[in-house]
């Protein structure tokens, strides 16, 4: 079956720095692959979405990047803020394009300012 | 914001007890679901609905049962709790896209069987 890991519990980074968060996957390549953003005690946001075929997708100070060789994707968040302190999840669909999500652990991600 | 809404957000009963969870979204999205999520972990899918009276059962077996009578409401049922039912539990609906569902989720329901 699909597993996802993200690589680490938690990441503690200084306001202004580059964050960078790596998910990986076992398995097929899944159609796509997201990434969501959930503070305590909330339901996740959705922030990112990145097909298979392509290799990067930006919004804002987000950058996601997919890469099916190595079954890994790595979500960037650029001159952080401690606003941006919270865990981000990696979800893959299964499938096919119309399949459920499956969820990563996440990542609590710590901005000291 | 999403428009999907989950009562009640916090809900103590003691054991034997039935309960529901009521979800509702105003977007109109055909596709429904539920997850169960325990602090520190990961969000496992035990229910999902295509549309009106559609349901499906998700990766992790779950004593709850829902139902969808309406495309805006999609409550879950325990018809005895115990307290291995103690969780977060999700609401969640999206567009059926060929280009990929994203999800909307609410706020959760935390339920604590005593």
């Known amino acids: 079956s699909q597993k996802i890991e993200q690589n680490s519990e938690a990441l503690n980074i200084q306001e202004g720095k580059t964050a960078t968060l790596t998910c990986n996957y076992t398995?097929?390549?899944?159609?796509?692959l997201q990434w969501y953003r959930q503070d305590p005690g909330r339901g996740p946001v959705f922030l990112l979405l990145i097909r298979e075929n392509e290799k990067e997708k930006r919004k804002e100070r987000l950058k996601v990047t997919f890469d099916t060789t190595l079954k890994q994707s790595l979500f960037h968040i650029t001159a952080s803020q401690p606003a941006d302190s919270a865990t981000y999840l990696c979800?893959?669909?299964?499938?096919?394009?119309?399949?459920?999500?499956?969820f990563g652990k996440g990542t609590k991600l710590s901005v000291k300012p | 914001e999403a428009d999907i809404y989950q009562t009640p957000r916090y809900l103590v009963i003691g054991t034997g007890k039935k309960i529901t969870l009521e979800c509702s979204q105003t977007?109109?999205?055909?596709?429904m679901y539920w997850y169960q999520q325990d602090p520190g972990m990961e969000l496992h899918l035990i229910h999902y609905?295509?549309?009106?009276?559609?349901?499906e059962k998700g990766d992790l077996s779950s004593e709850s049962t829902v139902s969808r009578i309406r495309t805006e409401h999609f409550p879950l049922t325990l018809e005895s709790a115990r307290p291995s039912h103690t969780s977060q539990y999700l609401c969640?609906?999206?567009?059926?896209?060929?280009?990929?569902?994203?999800?909307?989720f609410g706020e959760g329901s935390w339920l604590t069987v005593v």
């Open positions: 609905s295509y549309g009106v009276n559609s349901t």
């Open positions: 977007m109109g999205h055909d596709k």
């Open positions: 969640a609906s999206s567009e059926m896209r060929v280009s990929g569902n994203t999800i909307y």
């Open positions: 398995n097929y390549s899944p159609a796509y």
């Open positions: 979800a893959l669909a299964y499938g096919g394009s119309q399949g459920n999500l499956i």
